[in-house]
């Protein structure tokens, strides 16, 4: 995603998951996950015709996350480790939502890239319904 520039919350934000420093840690972070490709075991890997687009609020000293989309607003789960973020999502029907959100990267290209994973069953049969959404995640504030 070209327009984002990576600046001081960018450094700043992989220590503040890690935990280091304490003080960093008394404010959320706010991140806009943007999908723009999906893949499905119908139709494979392609563009979305409908791309995804979040803001998580994760509070690590906390423990909490949320999700907003328009209108919708969920609470989540959520899961450290050294170099990214796990986001769990059960809604009402026992769906599960999965969000991975990388931290800390060897290079750039890689810094706060995201996979949004969908499980569902659907109708009274059953049918499974997975469906993987790939994009970038920007800090808030961080948007040109």
Known sequence: MHG???SVLAVLL?????GLPVELL????????????V???REGLRDARDPLSFRFTIDKQAD??????????TDLELR????HLTLFQTTGSDALNVTV???????DS?????????HAMIGSLGELRASQHYGRCVPVGDQE
């Open 4 to 6: 984002y520039s990576f």
């Open 14 to 18: 992989p220590a503040l998951l890690a």
């Open 26 to 37: 008394a404010a959320p972070v706010q991140l806009d996950c943007r999908y723009p490709q």
């Open 39 to 41: 893949a499905d075991p």
């Open 64 to 73: 909490t996350a949320s999700m907003t989309s328009g209108d919708f607003s």
């Open 80 to 83: 450290f480790s050294q170099r």
């Open 101 to 107: 959100i990388v931290f800390e990267a060897f290079d």
């Open 110 to 118: 890689d810094l706060f890239r995201s996979v949004h994973s969908r």
